[in-house]
DNA sequence: AACGCGGGGTT
DNA sequence: AACCCAGCGTT
């Protein structure tokens, strides 16, 4: 048996039930793989059947507006994704009438379809023999030949795309890659991988030669930046003061409250001195409640965000502030802690949310 | 080639 | 605290 006959007989007998699996519908292998971009099986699920379920094609998709689009999205993460899906759908319900495409060619020039995504949707819709190199990939191939290049470098991603190449199985691509990948999520895992009943351990680098721990080798990231973030709720009536962010920054186009950033640690009282809060508050805002600050974790940035209720006679609203019903706030895309924190507030108004 | 982009789970 | 997760787009 060669290495690829191993790993899809004990896909065959070990495969997890997933949804995503029992369909060949290029439109819902396309949804299901954007979703698992840089995001665990059992996070996604959720928002796969939630998705689907909204949209079950990509006219209905198309026919989405943006809000629409995060507001679904909200706390899966690197939100972008979301935005280029309704490009790429809108796109394919013009060029290809509706019908999603399922050749690597076509696919990888869409909007948020890249060299992994192309070829899992192409070889699981349509068994085009494209070889996928996701992290799973990456590892069981670096264990397995006993590869030391960085995967993250240049010369490394193209070493393992051709690795993968060499050993794709042409007779069902799809199969062999849902193979490789489900190896890599369920025994060649990142720590303590289950060698004892991996298919393929005879053969394998890392196994005989203990060296699992040392592969893949990955270079170092970057290190994480700190950001002093200072949110102010502002309410008249039953409407509160939102703010629509910019495309640049984190949380592009989604939905937080009028802030103030600091480069240092702040005093969330003195933070209303400051020029820019007298400009828009007034002098007269007065400070009732304060709370933080609370650190929200990034990729890369560690956030330290104080909430500040605020209350001032002479707001002067920026272009992209706007007051909104408190009943409407279920409809805006926001990030978590925002969310997180408004939806506290207003369920238990008389009990300031995460005081200290 | 390097950087930016979320949120959550595991070790 | 470090690392990882069915990566991709921009600079």
């Known amino acids: 048996m060669n290495f690829s006959n191993e790993i899809t007989q004990w896909y065959s007998n070990n495969k997890r039930d997933l949804p995503w699996r029992n369909t060949t519908d290029a439109y819902t292998i396309w949804l299901s793989e954007i979703i698992l971009q840089q995001t665990r099986v059992e996070q996604g699920m959720p928002y796969f059947y939630r998705f689907l379920e909204h949209y079950p094609n990509v006219a209905a998709f198309a026919a989405a507006s943006e809000d ?39 696919l990888i020039k869409l909007k948020g379809i890249g060299e992994y995504t192309a070829a899992a949707i192409s070889s699981f819709s349509a068994n085009e023999a494209k070889a996928v190199v996701d992290g799973n990939v990456y590892r069981v191939l670096a264990r397995y030949f006993g590869i030391s290049e960085p995967i993250n470098s240049t010369k490394g991603k193209k070493l393992f795309q051709e690795t993968a190449n060499d050993i794709l199985n042409h007779d069902n691509p799809g199969l062999h890659n849902q193979a490789m990948m489900e190896l890599g999520a369920i ?20 196994f005989l030669n203990n060296a699992t721990t040392q592969l893949p080798v990955k270079l170092k990231t970057v290190k994480v930046r700190e950001r002093y973030l200072n949110y102010f709720l502002i309410t008249d009536g039953e409407k509160v003061l939102m703010n629509k962010r910019g495309m640049k920054d984190i949380w592009a186009n989604m939905y937080d409250l009028p802030l103030i950033e600091t480069s240092e640690k702040p005093d969330p009282y003195e933070v209303v001195q400051l020029s820019e809060a007298v400009e828009y508050f007034g002098s007269d805002a007065e400070v009732i409640e ?26 002067k609203l920026k272009q992209e502030w706007f007051y909104t019903e408190v009943e409407n706030l279920k409809n805006l895309a926001m990030p978590q802690i925002i969310f997180i924190f408004l939806t506290n507030f207003f369920t238990f108004k008389n009990n300031f949310p995460f005081s200290n």
């Open 68 to 106: 629409d689009i995060l507001k679904l999205w909200q706390g899966l993460g690197y939100y972008s994704r979301g935005r280029n899906m309704l490009t790429t759908a809108r796109l394919v319900n013009e060029l290809y009438k509706g019908t999603f495409p399922n050749q690597y060619e076509q």
């Open 290 to 315: 304060v709370s933080g600050p609370l650190t929200h974790i990034l990729t890369h940035q560690r956030l330290k965000v104080n909430f500040i209720i605020l209350k001032s006679k002479g707001i």
């Open 187 to 206: 025994i060649c895992k990142p720590k303590s991988p289950a060698c004892g009943i991996c298919p393929v351990n005879i053969g394998c680098h890392a």
